[in-house]
């Protein structure tokens, strides 16, 4: 059997996210959790206009999620530590047959960060494909969602300081973190960026998620992060990746269009310079959720996203608390393909 994970712009049966349990990293004051429920809700009720949305919800929450979230979330009940469903949950595949399956990658807190709890979230992976009926596809590697993009054809994006952390997987070698990525999701052309954000290289960051910095639209486009501000350190990070993938090549052999999409023009919040990022949208069925930080620049990157996303609605969602918490509209959904029909 082999599988290969499809294009996140491909059709969905559904959406994932989990509902912030009380007492995580994010939810530390009753305010906090608050603000970060109100936030999840936003996105969860955004996308619910396009396709189904299921919410992961902690046993303690029960009473609290079915308050919040309107009827047309559903609801499943797991122990929780955090909520950040793009890395905790499995990653989606189709097997050969059109199938769908999960894979359930190893999850040790983003490297084993001494602020991360993952007891529970790592038995997401395996409740989740549970609750959707498909089988696992297990998996040793130290993965996460947000730690890989791809394009459905075979082309994927890491980042050095995530798949080769010393605190994920020690002393593996590019070569078997591809070979597994080719075993699991059905790659066969890796592009390795050097690292991720800077905000996103810090404490309470993941140490550099490809899925802030690049996105692939379509078999052949990347869009990439463009930080325009040379007092932000993720300016040079910018020129060096456009650079770099004005080099690299698809699956099939063809160089790529680079499309770069601006970064907000704040460039600080109350804890430094920020990782506010465009590229971490999410597309769901006949739409995009752009995140939103009330900036100059949300509309140019709305427009950007509405030419390489053609025919989609793009709805754009207040991010800014999301991000406080350490990630964006993507790193808190992930999505479940459709089967594909017998015969296609």
């Known amino acids: 059997m082999t599988w290969r994970m499809p294009a996140e712009h491909g059709p969905h049966r559904r959406t994932w996210m989990a509902f912030p349990p009380e007492g995580s990293e994010i939810t530390a004051t009753p305010e906090a959790t608050d603000e970060a429920r109100t936030a999840w809700t936003a996105v969860a009720h955004a996308v619910a206009e396009f396709e189904p949305v299921t919410m992961v919800v902690d046993p303690a929450d029960v009473g609290t999620a079915r308050r919040t979230l309107s009827s047309a979330i559903d609801i499943v009940v797991a122990p929780l530590d955090d909520a950040w469903m793009?890395?905790?949950?499995?990653?989606?595949?189709?097997?050969?047959?059109?199938?769908?399956?999960?894979?359930?990658?190893?999850?040790?807190?983003?490297?084993?960060?001494?602020?991360?709890?993952?007891?529970?979230?790592?038995?997401?992976?395996?409740?989740?494909?549970?609750?959707?009926?498909?089988?696992?596809?297990?998996?040793?590697?130290?993965?996460?969602?947000?730690?890989?993009?791809?394009?459905?054809?075979?082309?994927?994006?890491?980042?050095?300081?995530?798949q080769l952390d010393p605190f994920r997987n020690p002393g593996l070698s590019k070569a078997e973190v591809e070979a597994e990525l080719r075993r699991t999701i059905g790659i066969d052309t890796a592009i390795w960026l050097p690292r991720g954000l800077w905000r996103d290289s810090q404490r309470f960051g993941t140490r550099g998620h490809s899925d802030i910095v690049a996105a692939l639209p379509a078999p052949g486009v990347v869009l990439?992060?463009?930080?325009?501000?040379?007092?932000?350190?993720?300016?040079?990070?910018?020129?060096?990746?456009?650079?770099?993938?004005?080099?690299?090549?698809?699956?099939?052999?063809?160089?790529?269009?680079?499309?770069?999409?601006?970064?907000?023009?704040?460039?600080?919040?109350?804890?430094?310079?920020?990782?506010?990022?465009?590229?971490?949208?999410?597309?769901?069925?006949?739409?995009?959720?752009?995140?939103?930080?009330?900036?100059?620049?949300?509309?140019?990157?709305?427009?950007?996203?509405?030419?390489?996303?053609?025919?989609?609605?793009?709805?754009?969602?207040?991010?800014?608390?999301?991000?406080?918490?350490?990630?964006g509209i993507h790193c808190i959904t992930q999505n479940e393909p459709l089967p594909i029909p017998a015969g296609r």
């Open 86 to 162: 793009r890395d905790i949950g499995p990653t989606f595949v189709h097997a050969d047959d059109g199938s769908v399956a999960a894979v359930n990658w190893v999850f040790n807190g983003w490297g084993q960060q001494d602020w991360a709890a993952w007891d529970d979230d790592r038995e997401i992976g395996r409740a989740v494909a549970a609750a959707a009926g498909i089988p696992v596809v297990e998996s040793p590697l130290v993965n996460e969602g947000g730690g890989i993009q791809v394009d459905g054809a075979g082309t994927v994006i890491l980042t050095d300081t995530v």
């Open 224 to 327: 990439v992060h463009d930080q325009r501000d040379g007092e932000h350190p993720d300016h040079a990070l910018s020129l060096e990746l456009m650079k770099q993938f004005a080099n690299e090549t698809t699956s099939a052999g063809k160089p790529f269009t680079v499309v770069p999409l601006p970064a907000p023009r704040t460039l600080r919040d109350a804890e430094g310079f920020v990782d506010y990022s465009y590229i971490n949208h999410y597309v769901c069925n006949d739409a995009v959720i752009l995140c939103g930080f009330d900036d100059p620049n949300d509309a140019e990157a709305a427009a950007v996203l509405a030419e390489v996303y053609p025919g989609r609605t793009i709805v754009t969602v207040d991010a800014r608390p999301i991000f406080a918490r350490g990630g």
